[in-house]
C-alpha cells in the first residue's frame, strides 16, 4: 500500500453543494494521464476515510478518484448536529450530484464512474446529472428491507430501527448510530427516512409519489455489476432483488459469494472495503479494477 501511496498525489478539497453546503472530500489523482474517474458513494454514516486504502489502490491502477463525507456526516458536519436539516433524499439529490460534477472538473476528458456502497448505490437516482455517469459498481447495496431478514439479525434491525432511532430523535434530536457501531452519529431526517424506507419494499421506492415526485431510477440504464456475500445480513441475495428492481432499465450483472470462495472467515455488509481483505483476497478489489477497465 506505502507503493500505491507512491504514485499517488492526493489532497483535500471542498464541495459545495446547491443547499450552500461545503462537503468535505479527497482527490486521488495518478501521476500518470487519468482515462478513467471514480466517485465512491458511501453507505449510511460512514466517513471517507473508510475507502481511503480502496481509493488508494484504484488511484495506483491509474484512476482519478474521489471520496466525500455525506452532509451531517464526518467533517462535513458543520453545525450542531440536532439542527442539520439533511435526508437520505438531500445525499442523493443534492450532495451525490456536486461530487459528480467536482469529479467532472478535477477529471477533464475522462469516463466517469460511481462506485456505491450500500446507500450510495441505492440514492443514484435521485442525482439530476445521472447521464455523465458511465457505469456503476454495486457493493453491498440492497433494500435493506427487514422483512427479508433472517433471525435473530431481524430483532437487532427491528430494535435499531422501530425503537432506538424513533426514541432518540425524539430525546436527542439525532441518532446516535455510533453508541451501538453503526457509522456515525446520523442527521434525524437521514435516520427517520432509513427506517421508514428499510420497513417497506423497494427501499425509497416507498417514497414515491409521497416525499419523492421527481426521480430517475426508471430511467438510469449505464451498465451496472452488484456484489453481494453471503454473510451480509443486510444485503442478502432477496434484498439485493429487491433493490435491483427499482432500477428498471438498468441492465444489471449480479454476482453473489460466499467468503470461503476467497478463502476468508467473513466479508459481510463492510469488509470489502478492509485492506485486510484484499491482502487475503486480492481478486476482490481486482474485480472493481477489471470493471473500470471493461468500461472503456
Request: charged content about 20%; glycine content about 8%.
Amino acid at each position: 500500500m506505502e507503493n500505491a501511496q507512491n504514485q499517488t498525489d492526493t489532497y483535500a478539497l471542498s464541495i459545495m453543494t446547491d443547499r450552500n453546503r461545503a462537503l468535505a472530500a479527497t482527490v486521488y489523482r495518478p501521476k500518470d494521464k487519468v482515462k478513467a474517474a471514480v466517485m465512491i458513494a458511501p453507505a449510511t454514516g460512514i466517513k471517507r476515510q473508510f475507502y481511503h486504502n480502496f481509493a488508494t489502490y484504484l488511484a495506483a491502477s491509474g484512476f482519478g478518484v474521489l471520496t466525500f463525507d455525506n452532509e451531517g456526516i464526518g467533517e462535513s458536519l458543520s453545525s450542531d448536529l440536532a439542527k442539520c436539516d439533511a435526508s437520505l433524499i438531500s445525499w442523493g439529490r443534492h450532495d451525490m450530484p456536486a461530487v459528480l460534477d467536482a469529479l467532472q472538473d478535477e477529471f477533464a476528458d475522462a469516463t466517469y464512474h460511481l462506485i456505491g456502497h450500500s446507500a450510495g448505490g441505492q440514492l443514484i437516482g435521485l442525482m439530476p446529472n445521472y447521464q455523465a455517469i458511465a457505469s456503476v459498481f454495486n457493493v453491498a447495496c440492497s433494500s435493506g428491507r427487514i422483512k427479508n431478514m433472517d433471525m435473530p439479525y431481524k430483532l437487532k434491525a427491528m430494535g435499531f430501527m422501530d425503537a432506538f432511532i424513533p426514541l432518540t430523535n425524539l430525546t436527542f434530536g439525532y441518532t446516535p448510530a455510533d453508541k451501538i457501531g453503526m457509522g456515525e452519529p446520523l442527521p434525524r431526517g437521514v435516520a427517520r427516512q432509513w427506517r421508514e424506507w428499510c420497513n417497506g419494499a423497494g427501499y425509497i421506492k416507498t417514497a414515491f409519489g409521497k416525499s419523492i415526485h421527481t426521480h430517475f431510477y426508471d430511467e438510469l440504464d449505464m451498465p451496472a455489476l452488484w456484489l453481494g456475500f453471503s454473510d451480509d445480513e443486510i444485503a442478502n441475495s432477496k434484498n439485493m432483488d429487491d433493490m435491483i428492481r427499482v432500477f428498471s432499465k438498468m441492465p444489471v450483472e449480479k454476482r453473489f459469494f460466499e467468503p470461503k470462495e476467497f478463502g476468508l472467515n467473513s466479508i459481510g455488509h463492510m469488509r470489502y472495503f478492509s485492506s485486510r481483505t484484499n491482502t487475503k483476497a486480492p481478486q476482490l478489489w481486482q474485480m472493481a479494477v477489471d470493471w473500470l477497465a471493461k468500461q472503456q
